[in-house]
């Protein structure tokens, strides 16, 4: 079941930049910075609140690495915005099987890692009315990422 807004992801030109604007207009910090060399970004997650079940909502800041990359493509095409949206899950695999059972296209046979060592799938944007999401189950805290 699905239990929260994980994050929001956000892709960008210029981390750096894009960061200095969150962090100084909102007052966002910066949780976490990681270089996901699998999905070609390098990233920043800013912490907007804790959540009942534990978990936490995120902006997901993405600055493409290599022009192959999804991020690359998409911002080549689209430009800097809203790039997905992910929902929080206690067990991806589960979900994932259930909404592919409803007729929705899940983009990976199994999901992959995401931030801080978390599991990740995505869901085809043309099954979820133009937007591309993503079903996201945590690391354990204590795991190493």
């Not at 290599?66 to 800097?80: F, H, I, P, Q, Y």
């Amino acid at each position: 079941m699905l239990t929260r807004i994980d994050h929001i992801g956000i892709a960008c030109h210029n981390l750096d930049e894009t960061v200095a604007f969150y962090t100084t207009t909102y007052g966002f910090e910066v949780f976490h910075t990681e270089v996901n060399e699998e999905q070609g970004v390098r990233e920043a997650m800013l912490k907007i609140n804790e959540t009942s079940d534990g978990g936490a909502s995120y902006l997901q800041l993405l600055e493409p690495i290599r022009e192959d990359s999804t991020v690359a493509k998409w911002l080549a095409k689209n430009g800097e915005g809203v790039h997905h949206i992910a929902f929080g899950t206690a067990d991806v695999d589960a979900d994932a099987a259930a909404i592919a059972g409803k007729g929705v296209r899940v983009l990976y046979d199994e999901p992959r890692r995401g931030s801080m060592g978390s599991r990740i799938t995505f869901l085809h944007p043309k099954d979820c009315h133009g937007v591309l999401t993503e079903l996201v189950t945590a690391a354990d805290p204590g795991a190493e990422h």
